[in-house]
């Protein structure tokens, strides 16, 4: 996929959520049940005393800092979010947390300074062509400190037969990409179904830049499967 075509794609997203952005923010409040085995991980490196330094990529509407928040202490959070309303609602929301606006797939080379953590929560399956994927992917061990932690998901929206009948297979782009709509909305959004064998090129490019995988799990939703979970820890 050429870079004009994969910037078109990231810019009809962010139009998509521009559009629907308090509506979709109503939608998303609460936590995940992922979350909870997370935070175990967490509270286990803040076990040294050390002031964890938190990375959210995609932070969205900053419910993550508030289930931070709520469950431990002693963290300094950033959020980087690219929609002005849902970065304007985390800032009113969370005043002691730290929010800033920045396209995270097409400008996450600027991140320039390391983290304890980073998470990364309902955005990998918006990352368009396969080469760009790969090359985001592969940034982020830059954005570690050593014995940090890499937290990402990847939706799987397969388990829900909701999402099955709505998805439309995208066919002027790649293999497993799709369109998808928001409610009666007319707007459309991209996503991209992962295969077990992406996943795993994917895993193993992460482990040669001395990513260790130190969890891997699926949960959240009905089925309490539609999301997976990656937990890695970078080692010396």
Aim: with cysteine; charged share 30%.
């Amino acid at each position: 996929m050429k870079r004009n075509k994969i910037q078109d794609i990231i810019n009809l997203d962010n139009v998509f959520y521009e559009k629907i952005a308090q509506e979709f923010s109503v939608t998303r409040q609460g936590s995940w049940n992922g979350w909870k085995k997370v935070i175990k991980v967490i509270k286990h490196k803040l076990e040294n005393g050390e002031k964890m330094q938190v990375l959210d990529i995609g932070s969205g509407n900053g419910r993550f800092f508030k289930f931070l928040q709520e469950n431990i202490n002693g963290f300094e959070y950033t959020g980087l979010e690219i929609n002005e309303y849902l970065i304007t609602e985390s800032r009113q929301n969370y005043p002691t947390a730290k929010f800033e606006k920045l396209d995270v797939l097409s400008e996450i080379n600027k991140i320039n300074k390391k983290y304890d953590a980073v998470v990364i929560f309902g955005l990998t399956h918006h990352i368009p062509g396969k080469i760009f994927r790969k090359q985001w992917f592969s940034f982020l061990a830059r954005l570690l400190k050593n014995d940090g932690l890499l937290i990402f998901t990847i939706w799987r929206f397969s388990e829900d037969k909701r999402f099955i009948s709505r998805a439309k297979v995208a066919e002027d782009l790649e293999q497993n990409d799709y369109y998808y709509d928001w409610a009666n909305s007319k707007h459309k959004r991209y996503f991209h179904k992962y295969s077990e064998m992406e996943l795993e090129t994917l895993i193993e490019k992460l482990q040669l830049q001395n990513l260790k995988l130190i969890d891997k799990f699926d949960c959240d939703g009905k089925t309490n499967r539609l999301n997976r979970y990656y937990i890695f820890k970078k080692i010396t």
